[in-house]
């Protein structure tokens, strides 16, 4: 027996398993009270048992029919749950918010935003995530993630990048270095497009890197000298000013780095949706 196809069956059986009367149970579900009698019948002969015993003052559950009532209880609960869930979305009443993005960055971009957003929705919990972007990319595209906050690389597919602001480049090094070498990144970022471009420009195909996945790590590099690498300004200014690192091939024409963030806009959900109002 198909019973995804008899979900009405069971719920006319719900109602008069509820109602303990036919004719009170037609009238709950505003349909004829000889359709609920068929209705009953029909379930009965595809089930294979008696669900009720009819008598003059209406009907009471067999030993089989008590059995169905109580999975078809619980059935009905969880979808009365369902519900629930979707008011409390839509009212922005609970929920989660997942955003990728990395520490300096967040520093950065999300904390105001958040700030605004959780002072009108205190519910909501905020998750952030860091991880290689390919990877978080495509949770996002799956909607496994709500947003990425991020340096602009490119637009994926069905993603949507809203830009907030511009930061600088640099190229840093310690005074006291004792070598020539360069602190690269890992090959499909924006921050190694540039640092490929800059190797062929000045012909520097043969000196030797370290290749990093992150500028924390590499400014760290850079600061117990073991070579040159390329941040954003301000990652990098309270060192320059401090005497720790200098500027390097201040003449080489570095573009801005494009900061804002990445959404889907097919599965963004509404508590995102008013997050990014905040930006």
């Known amino acids: 027996m198909d019973l995804s196809s ?3 069956h ?4 719900y109602m008069v398993a509820r109602e303990g009367n036919i004719t009170k149970a037609a009238e ?10 068929m209705t009953i019948k029909n379930l009965e002969e595809n089930l294979g048992n008696k669900l009720f015993i ?3 003052r209406g009907v009471t559950l067999t030993k089989f029919g008590e059995k169905i009532f109580n999975k078809v209880d ?12 979707v008011e409390e979305e839509d009212q922005l009443l609970r929920g989660e918010i997942v955003i990728g993005c990395g520490s300096h960055i967040a520093r950065q971009t999300l904390v105001e935003p958040l700030k605004k ?5 205190p519910q909501i919990k905020i998750k952030q995530i860091e991880d290689v972007q390919a990877k978080m990319f495509s949770q996002l595209e799956k909607g496994e993630i709500d947003l ?8 994926k597919n069905e993603l949507v990048f809203k830009p907030l602001h511009n930061q600088p480049y640099a190229f840093v090094r310690s005074p006291n270095a004792e070598t020539t070498r360069f602190i690269s990144f890992s090959q499909g970022s924006y921050a190694q497009k540039i640092f490929s471009q800059f190797i062929k420009d000045y012909h520097y195909d043969d000196v030797p890197n370290i290749q990093v996945s992150g500028y924390n790590f590499a400014i760290e590099l850079a600061l117990n000298g073991l070579g040159t690498t390329l941040a954003p300004a301000y990652l990098t200014e309270k060192y320059v000013k401090a005497g ?12 801005n780095i494009n900061f804002g963030f990445y959404y889907n806009p097919k599965l963004l959900s509404r508590a995102a949706k008013e997050l990014i109002k905040n930006f």
């Open 28 to 37: 709950k579900l505003y349909i004829s009270q000889p359709a609920v009698s």
């Open 74 to 85: 619980s059935a009905f609960l969880q979808l009365s749950q369902i519900g629930g869930i």
């Open 10 to 13: 069971f719920r006319i059986f």
């Open 6 to 8: 008899n979900l009405d």
């Open 244 to 255: 720790t690192l200098e500027l390097v091939y201040s003449d080489y024409p570095l573009p």
């Open 117 to 121: 957003f959780l002072n009108f929705h």
């Open 54 to 56: 009819r008598s003059k």
């Open 148 to 155: 990425i906050i991020s340096q602009y690389n490119e637009i």
